[in-house]
């Protein structure tokens, strides 16, 4: 049976990558983005021809109610009634490193609604889709010891909501298991710049003495997890948190700055 995914914030980095594996394997692949229309274009194009399958972009910021609202009226629009995969990828991040006090409403609510609100908005209506067939998988992402970390210095918009959405899809998890619904979240290290979108392969003459494994962490490093997750065999497996760090202690490091 031809399944559906849709990754949002797919047009780059991981999503892209993500978005490429899943094409070449023979999933129909929607991708959200926010900006650049020639770059999701241009994948759009690479995935269609990669799945001979109808791939498709859709734009919207699902940061906002409004955005993600648009995202799922788009899909009615272009007649997708159904998402079998959901890939919550998107998330807005602030590099910058500032106390709770520091942060202003704007980028409080928009690492907020981002990271976590986007997640119900649109799980909210498509998780009623995989209910009728009965079968759906759901991937988030987190971040290294998400789901027991006590907090996170200088972090404290990105870790609220991220520590919230893996509470949430341990939840979801649990309410849709009777469905034949998965919901689990890959908490990738630190995988920078374009390492997101390159293969391991690329990374076995690269050494990275900050990691146990000695080789910088990548985009296909992600991606396999992923692919793993939304098999069919892999039904019980589910509200699992999945560290993909190469054994690094990402968070260790900055709390001993």
């Not at 799922?72 to 500032?98: F, M, V």
């Not at 997640?119 to 079968?135: A, D, E, G, N």
Request: aromatic fraction near 8%; hydrophobic fraction near 35%; include cysteine.
């Amino acid at each position: 049976m031809e399944k559906t995914v849709l990754i949002t914030g797919g047009s780059k980095g991981i999503g892209s990558y993500t978005a490429k594996l899943l094409a070449s394997s023979g999933y129909r692949v929607i991708i959200n983005y926010r900006s650049d229309d020639q770059q999701a274009e241009e994948l759009v194009s690479e995935l269609s021809r990669a799945s001979s399958k109808q791939c498709v972009a859709i734009k919207a910021d699902i940061a906002s109610k409004e955005g993600s609202m648009s995202l799922l009226n788009q899909l009615s629009a272009q007649h997708i009634q159904s998402i079998d995969i959901l890939i919550h990828n998107a998330g807005p991040y602030i590099a910058e490193r500032k106390k709770m006090s520091d942060y202003s409403y704007e980028e409080w609510d928009n690492m907020i609604n981002g990271n976590l609100n986007a997640v119900f908005y649109l799980s909210k209506h498509i998780v009623p889709m995989m209910r009728k067939k009965k079968w759906g998988r759901l991937i988030t992402f987190g971040y290294d010891r998400v789901d027991n970390v006590s907090g996170w210095i200088y972090r404290s918009a990105f870790a609220s909501a991220k520590s919230g959405l893996a509470s949430l899809t341990k939840t979801i998890a649990l309410e849709e298991a009777e469905n034949g619904i998965t919901a689990n979240m890959i908490c990738p290290g630190d995988i920078e710049g374009d390492w997101k979108e390159r293969d391991i392969a690329d990374s076995k003459g690269s050494d990275d003495h900050d990691n146990p494994v000695g080789r910088p962490g990548t985009g296909e490093d992600i991606a396999r997890i992923l692919k793993f997750l939304i098999q069919d065999d892999s039904s019980f497996i589910t509200g699992a948190i999945i560290p993909v760090t190469g054994g690094k202690d990402v968070l260790g490091k900055v709390y001993r700055k």
